[in-house]
Nanobody, 119 residues
Framework: QVQLVESGGGLVQAGGSLRLSCAAS????????MGWFRQAPGKEREFVAA????????YYADSVKGRFTISRDNAKNTVYLQMNSLKPEDTAVYYCAARLTTATIYGYWGQGTQVTVSS
């Protein structure tokens, strides 16, 4: 069983920064890709960013490119999402997820952390 626990959400003014953390436990994560997703009120969950645990290759949604950075600390089994130049439209619940590199869907999810950006 994989457990993912997010932290670091909060309230920030537009233009500010936050760093989200996702602590993973229960597996050797070298064969997993890790992702961040978000869901705003009344909207579907959307992809934000992902990183390969082994190679460190990163992927981003167009809406966050240049503002968000995903990274990982293998020794701590932790993935981070550094969010800069935040906008009110970034307001959402942010979820961490894990996917086996051989799988097509993310099978493990955290409980989510709220990010609110005020204008």
């Amino acid at each position: 069983q994989v457990q993912l626990v997010e932290s670091g959400g909060g309230l920030v003014q537009a233009g500010g920064s936050l760093r989200l953390s996702c602590a993973a436990s229960g597996r050797a994560f070298s064969n997993y890709a890790m992702g961040w997703f978000r869901q705003a009120p009344g909207k579907e969950r959307e992809f934000v960013a992902a990183i390969s645990w082994s190679s460190g290759t990163t992927y981003y949604a167009d809406s966050v490119k240049g503002r968000f950075t995903i990274s990982r600390d293998n020794a701590k089994n932790t993935v981070y999402l550094q969010m800069n130049s935040l906008k009110p439209e970034d307001t959402a619940v942010y979820y961490c997820a894990a996917r086996l590199t051989t799988a097509t869907i993310y099978g493990y999810w955290g409980q989510g952390t709220q990010v609110t950006v005020s204008s």
